[in-house]
């Protein structure tokens, strides 16, 4: 029990270190350890050392392939070849249980309880809901538990190992992610070209219109200023214009007294006839 807890505390760079000089049943026995050791659910690295690959073509390869089962497969791969494999600690078969969430988050989102319970060959809802608990103390996977709705819905998980042969397709797809990203970000830099042109533009039209508004100011102060000096002249002179009649003022009334006059005669010798 010692030297267990003993491993379980190691990190997952010392394991590696111990790796590169162990060979044979002692690799074989190191990555039992590694397997069911907390907090290491990443394991390229070592299957990557050329001592662990050795171990595909000697007397240890089922350790080896079910070093790969815990790097890229499932539970269910394991029990579907687990004649061929060595038996699963409670630790492994929890944590290689865990790595099986994470594969089926990376799939969906909301993971129906149906298909966790198939998957991981649980009895009830009861193990499955604690084995997330655990999942998610771990830091496998963040989410929440809809019991209601009888499922699991994953808002982060780790992510796994990826076989070489996959490398290719995950190019493939980052390439499309960056034309799709350079797809955007011509759209966008068109919108903003447009909306600087019409920046431009309405800066144009202020500039305009403030510039009429300020010729006409100019106009009506010159205006205003003109009919103030002229209401604000000389009274005697004003007095003088009042005094003058406008030309061809006195000939209408001259013409008017001459009438007058002269209907004031004819009255004068209708008058005098009749007397």
């Not at 790796?19 to 299957?47: D, M, N, T, W």
């Not at 290689?96 to 988050?105: F, P």
């Not at 994953?154 to 070489?164: L, N």
Request: glycine share 4%; hydrophobic share 40%.
């Amino acid at each position: 029990m010692a030297a267990e807890g003993k491993v379980t505390g190691q990190s997952q760079e010392q394991f590696l270190l111990l790796a590169k000089a162990a060979r044979g049943a002692a690799l074989a026995s190191l990555i039992h350890q590694v397997l069911e050791a907390p907090g290491i659910y990443v394991f390229g690295e070592l299957l990557d050392m050329p001592a662990v690959r050795e171990l595909a073509d000697s007397e240890f390869s089922p350790v080896f392939h079910l070093l790969t089962i815990f790097a890229y497969g499932t539970y269910a791969d394991y029990l579907a070849e687990a004649a061929n494999l060595p038996p699963l600690t409670e630790a492994q078969k929890n944590k290689l249980r865990h790595l099986s969430v994470v594969t089926l988050a990376a799939k969906i989102k909301c993971i129906p309880y149906s298909v966790l319970l198939e998957q991981l060959q649980l009895k009830n809802v009861r193990q499955l809901e604690d084995l997330v608990i655990e999942a998610v103390y771990a830091d496998v996977l963040r989410g929440s538990l809809d019991q209601r709705n009888q499922r699991l819905e994953v808002d982060y998980s780790i992510g796994r190992d990826i076989r070489r042969e996959e490398l290719s397709t995950i190019t493939r797809t980052l390439q499309e992610w960056c034309q799709g990203c350079e797809v955007v970000l011509s759209g966008i830099e068109e919108q903003v070209s447009r909306a600087n042109q019409h920046k431009e533009q309405q800066l144009a039209l202020k500039q305009q219109i403030e510039s009429e508004v300020a010729n006409l100011k100019k106009t009506i102060k010159v205006t205003t200023a003109a009919a103030a000096a002229a209401t604000s002249q000389d009274p005697e002179q004003h007095l003088t214009e009042l005094r003058e009649p406008a030309p061809g003022t006195n000939q209408r009334q001259t013409s008017k007294k001459t009438s007058k006059a002269k209907g004031l005669r004819g009255s004068a010798k209708i008058w005098s006839k009749s007397n």
